[in-house]
């Protein structure tokens, strides 16, 4: 009995120190989407009121889910330390809920990756040939530091002192940079929520058994 006894304390201590680490990693997740999305670069790439905005879904799906993590691993620290049977039931599902989301966003972005970056990339060459979007156009260039496509340098916007980068590319390897960190976030974060489902339905158990035992 004591040692099933010192065995659950481990196991609850250990799931109230993941359930405090999961808690920051959901502060953490919090910052990457409100940083990704107020990033001054990326949303005066996007301001535009008909620029693409499909990048900005995966952004905020990533805050949405950093906010619930936040709130999961405080009730799952409250279940751990009251060795509750029903709130670290709770604390398991909503983990894979979690999980689950956190999946079918990963699927989303990487099918619409493609999408994302040519979106945006036809959307800055539409500008080059509108005489509306010439402010625009400057915006990519200033954030960029690029100037025009192979195809197209207009004398007006692109003068012998503008960079030589070609600015289709440019905005390839700047969107594939912001959707790297999205991805590297999320499988972090999924590594961690299924060592916490692990955990949970361990102690879950050994709460049972120490029951039992009584």
Same mark, same amino acid.
């Not at 065995?7 to 680490?21: D, E, S, W």
């Not at 693409?52 to 889910?65: D, K, N, Q, R, T």
């Not at 689950?100 to 959307?123: R, S």
């Given at each position: 009995?004591?040692? +099933?006894?010192? =065995?659950?304390?481990?196991?609850? $201590?250990?799931?109230? !120190?993941?359930?405090?680490?999961?808690?920051?990693?959901?502060?953490?997740?919090?910052?990457?989407?409100?940083?990704? %999305?107020?990033?001054?670069? &990326?949303?005066?790439?996007?301001?535009?009121?008909?620029?693409?905005?499909? #990048?900005?879904?995966? +952004?905020?799906?990533?805050?949405?889910?950093?906010?619930?993590?936040?709130? !999961?691993?405080? #009730?799952?620290? #409250?279940?751990? !330390? %009251?060795?509750?049977?029903?709130?670290?039931?709770?604390?398991?599902?909503?983990?894979?809920?979690?999980?689950?989301? @956190?999946?079918?966003?990963?699927?989303? =972005?990487?099918?619409?990756?493609?999408?994302?970056?040519?979106?945006?990339?036809?959307?800055?060459?539409?500008?080059?040939?509108? /005489?509306? =979007? &010439?402010?625009?156009?400057?915006? $990519?260039?200033? !954030?960029?530091?690029?100037?025009?496509?192979?195809?197209?340098?207009?004398?007006?916007?692109? &003068?012998?002192?503008?960079?030589?980068? /070609?600015?289709?590319?440019?905005?390839? /390897?700047?969107?594939?940079?912001?959707?790297?960190?999205?991805? $590297? +976030?999320?499988? =972090?974060?999924?590594?961690?929520?299924?060592?916490?489902?692990?955990?949970?339905? +361990?102690?879950?158990?050994?709460? %049972?058994?120490? %029951? @039992?035992?009584?």
């Amino acid at each position: 009995m004591s040692k +099933v006894q010192g =065995g659950m304390k481990c196991v609850k $201590y250990l799931l109230f !120190v993941f359930n405090f680490i999961f808690w920051l990693s959901g502060s953490v997740v919090l910052a990457v989407g409100l940083w990704l %999305r107020f990033d001054p670069d &990326t949303a005066n790439l996007l301001a535009e009121n008909d620029a693409p905005e499909h #990048f900005f879904i995966a +952004v905020y799906i990533l805050i949405g889910a950093g906010g619930v993590m936040m709130l !999961v691993g405080f #009730f799952g620290c #409250f279940g751990a !330390v %009251r060795e509750s049977q029903c709130l670290l039931g709770s604390f398991f599902a909503c983990l894979l809920v979690i999980f689950g989301a @956190e999946v079918a966003a990963g699927v989303f =972005g990487f099918l619409n990756k493609e999408k994302i970056i040519n979106d945006v990339q036809t959307y800055y060459e539409s500008t080059l040939g509108n /005489d509306n =979007g &010439t402010a625009i156009a400057t915006i $990519y260039h200033k !954030v960029l530091e690029c100037c025009g496509t192979e195809s197209s340098r207009p004398p007006d916007l692109c &003068t012998e002192a503008s960079p030589n980068t /070609d600015c289709v590319k440019a905005i390839e /390897d700047f969107f594939n940079e912001k959707l790297f960190i999205i991805g $590297y +976030v999320g499988l =972090g974060i999924a590594g961690i929520m299924i060592i916490g489902m692990i955990f949970s339905m +361990v102690l879950c158990c050994a709460i %049972r058994n120490s %029951r @039992e035992v009584i």
